[in-house]
Structures are given as structure tokens and as C-alpha cells.
């Protein structure tokens, strides 16, 4: 499984940006996603999750409510969009896919990884 995230780029503080991940086959339907981050000097931090089909969901206290995670099956894409965004988001933000069809927080339970799209938000 190969996975493309897209839509990381430069923005003010208070916008948006919506980021997508496609996964290179239909399966990926039977498998929980995540985002993550990590910025630089950091440790990459567990961002979002969403499971096989959508009626679960979690967030890290520092996005909720500013971040929704969501996918698209039929497209093979999961999705993040990003409101309200703060200087403290910039970080480089990767897509994964879950071993399983759930998520979890820790990054060991994935076994697929996108390539990450830089994210920057000035202040």
C-alpha cells in the first residue's frame, strides 16, 4: 500500500488547509487511518484518527475542535481538514495506515506511512 498526502502548504495563523491522503488500493477500506506530525527537534505526535467506517473517531487535546478527520472509501482518501490554524500546527504532517481496521495513538500500530506534507503557519 502506497499512500499520498497532499495539501500542506504556508498559511496565516487563523486559516485553513485541508489535507488528503490516497491509498494506492481498495483495501484500504478494512484499515483504521492517522495523522501525525512532527515538527522539528520534536518527537512525531499522534494528530487524528479515524477507523474503517467513520463512526469513530479521536484527536490530541491541542486540535479538538479545530481539526476533522473524515475518509472517503469509494476514493480511498482519508482527509484533515484544519480551521483555526496556530503557529504551534507547523510541522511536517503524515498520513497512516492502521494494522488493523481501527486507530490507535501510538505509531506502532501502523504499518503503512505516507510520505508527510509540510504545514506552516506564521503568526
Known amino acids: 500500500v502506497q499512500l499520498q498526502a497532499s ?9 485553513s488547509l485541508r489535507l488528503s491522503c490516497e491509498a ?3 483495501t484500504f ?9 512532527q515538527a522539528p527537534g ?3 505526535e ?3 484518527g479515524i477507523n ?4 469513530s473517531t479521536d484527536y490530541a487535546d491541542s486540535v479538538k475542535g479545530r481539526f476533522t478527520i473524515s475518509r472517503d472509501n469509494a476514493r480511498s ?3 484533515l481538514q484544519m480551521n483555526s490554524l496556530k503557529p504551534e500546527d507547523t510541522a511536517v504532517y503524515y498520513c497512516a495506515a492502521h494494522r488493523g481496521a481501527w486507530f490507535s495513538q501510538d505509531p506502532q500500530g501502523y504499518r503503512y506511512w505516507g510520505q508527510g506534507t509540510q504545514v506552516t503557519v506564521s503568526s
Do not use: I, P
Open 7 to 15: 495539501g500542506g502548504g504556508l498559511v496565516q495563523a487563523g486559516g
Open 24 to 26: 494506492s488500493r481498495r
Open 29 to 37: 477500506s478494512n484499515n483504521g487511518m492517522g495523522w501525525f506530525r
Open 42 to 44: 520534536k518527537e512525531r
Open 46 to 48: 499522534f494528530v487524528s
Open 52 to 55: 474503517w467506517r467513520s463512526d
Open 77 to 79: 482518501t482519508v482527509y
